[in-house]
């Protein structure tokens, strides 16, 4: 009988109690054997922090209170009695925010897509602008290697060059700086806990503080002296 094993990465999002309510109940539905002959689907949450690892067989038993500042990951995952199922992962780490799936069957492939584009559908609403500043392993080495030469051929411009270099000189800067701001301040995966609630106020105040001197504090003096010397 066919066999199929999907494990896509998943896309950064805001978890919290309400969405996993919706994929478990999705998960259930589908995985529901449809006969009491059948064991039902085993399905279970576990939940890692700081201090070690939660599990819960279902997700009205976590805390009202939501998650710990310290959560690292959260996964939502059901077996049924053949081992067959789907796993859920959100987590800090870009890599491993993942689903993976496993089916058996007649339509092994199209029972895992289908089951694929139903946790996205879930998921979608959710969705951050955060895996922005989440890039590659290897395009985010090749980043971080260059950074000194990007910087120091950036600030060499700033203080010689024309304006036009001088202004793109100052923009490749600018995203160097918001590129590692963002990944302090925007988890991959934002779990509902006070601790992201802070990291999103300072991010709006960061954003809003860069775009205040970007404009009066740099470009308009850039400008300023080139046009009136001054």
Wanted: glycine share 8%; aromatic share 12%.
């Amino acid at each position: 009988m066919p066999v199929f094993s999907l494990n896509r990465p998943l896309t950064s999002c805001q978890i919290d109690k309400t969405v996993l309510l919706e994929l478990q109940e999705y998960l259930e539905h589908t995985f529901d054997p449809g006969d009491r002959a059948s064991p039902p689907a085993e399905f279970r949450v576990s939940i890692e922090d700081s201090f070690g690892t939660e599990y819960l067989t279902s997700v009205q038993e976590l805390r009202a209170s939501g998650f710990s500042d310290s959560t690292k990951s959260v996964q939502v995952a059901i077996r049924n009695h053949s081992g067959k199922g789907v796993s859920v992962t959100f987590a800090n780490d870009a890599l491993l925010s993942r689903i993976t799936i496993d089916t058996e069957g007649p339509n092994a492939r199209e029972t895992a897509l289908g089951l694929y584009e139903g946790v996205i559908r879930i998921l979608e609403p959710k969705r951050t602008s955060a895996s922005l500043f989440y890039p590659p392993p290897f395009v985010e080495g090749v980043l971080v290697g260059s950074m000194p030469l990007l910087v120091g051929t950036a600030v060499v411009f700033m203080v010689t060059g024309k304006m036009v270099e001088q202004v793109v000189s100052f923009i490749i800067i600018l995203i160097v700086f918001v590129s590692f701001a963002g990944k302090k301040l925007n988890p991959y995966a934002a779990f509902a806990n006070r601790q992201n609630e802070r990291l999103q106020h300072w991010w709006g105040w960061f954003v809003g503080g860069t775009a205040t001197f970007v404009v009066f504090g740099t470009l308009l003096t850039i400008f300023r002296k080139k046009l009136f010397g001054f």
